[in-house]
């Protein structure tokens, strides 16, 4: 087995430009409420947002050094996606490895691991999701996998596939599915676009819903 795969497929950069624009909650919603990162990866700061292929690496707790390399090999635009391991005790990621990722062009950082120079890199304005911050160091010593299937937010994130950021959370689109994503996820803006509309002329959101008639299925009893 290789542990370092160098070429993934990615999604059209019209795709990535146009999925840029949904907010995460959407596309997960169009995409049957699938995808989404345990609620604990969240971003450093608000308003960081990110849209991207997944370069995914899978790191030894405590150890870095395969995350360095994924840096190394980083295609602009490219989103690191990285298995630090079970521990947030230690901080892999800090304002170094976050000015070589800005020059190279990389779209940003998500992690189930801890990142430190939180203060820094939040004033770079380079978009990190990570789960933790702790200032202690890492070593470098240990191999692990680029560019293969990895688990990272309770989600299963395989390279190229797009990775959708923002102060809601982090979505993961499967590579085969990009386009179907989009086109459901603006289905579904049209469709709330509707319905806000509706409410600002005085509807009830329960009542558009059908809710009243679920509750009275159900047997739902009132009292004045």
Same mark, same amino acid.
Do not use: Y
């Given at each position: ?5 160098? !070429?993934?497929?990615?999604? $059209?950069?019209?795709? @990535?430009? %146009? =999925?840029?624009? &949904? ?63 079970? !521990?947030?005790?230690?901080? $892999?990621?800090?304002? @170094?490895? %976050? =000015?070589?990722? &800005? ?122």
């Amino acid at each position: 087995m290789f542990h370092i795969i160098k !070429t993934i497929k990615r999604p $059209p950069q019209e795709l @990535i430009k %146009a =999925l840029a624009e &949904q907010a995460s909650a959407t596309v997960h919603e169009a995409i049957g409420r699938r995808g989404a990162m345990h609620s604990s990866i969240k971003p450093l700061a608000r308003g960081m947002k990110v849209c991207g292929p997944a370069l995914t690496v899978k790191c030894q707790s405590g150890d870095n050094l395969m995350l360095l390399k994924a840096l190394d090999m980083a295609k602009p635009g490219d989103v690191l996606v990285a298995d630090m391991g079970q !521990t947030t005790e230690t901080g $892999p990621w800090g304002e @170094i490895a %976050a =000015l070589q990722a &800005q020059v190279r062009g990389v779209a940003g950082l998500v992690t189930n691991g801890s990142v430190r120079d939180s203060a820094l890199i939040c004033e770079m304005n380079f978009p990190v999701f990570c789960k933790a911050v702790s200032i202690k160091g890492t070593v470098k010593e240990s191999l692990g996998l680029i560019n293969h299937p990895i688990s990272c937010g309770e989600v299963v994130v395989n390279p190229g596939d797009l990775i959708l950021g923002d102060d809601d959370g982090i979505v993961v689109i499967p590579l085969a599915e990009v386009e179907e994503a989009l086109a459901k996820s603006r289905e579904r803006v049209t469709k709330e676009d509707k319905l806000m509309d509706r409410i600002r002329k005085g509807e009830s959101l329960f009542e558009m819903l059908g809710f009243p008639e679920l509750l009275k299925a159900k047997g739902c009893k009132e009292k004045e």
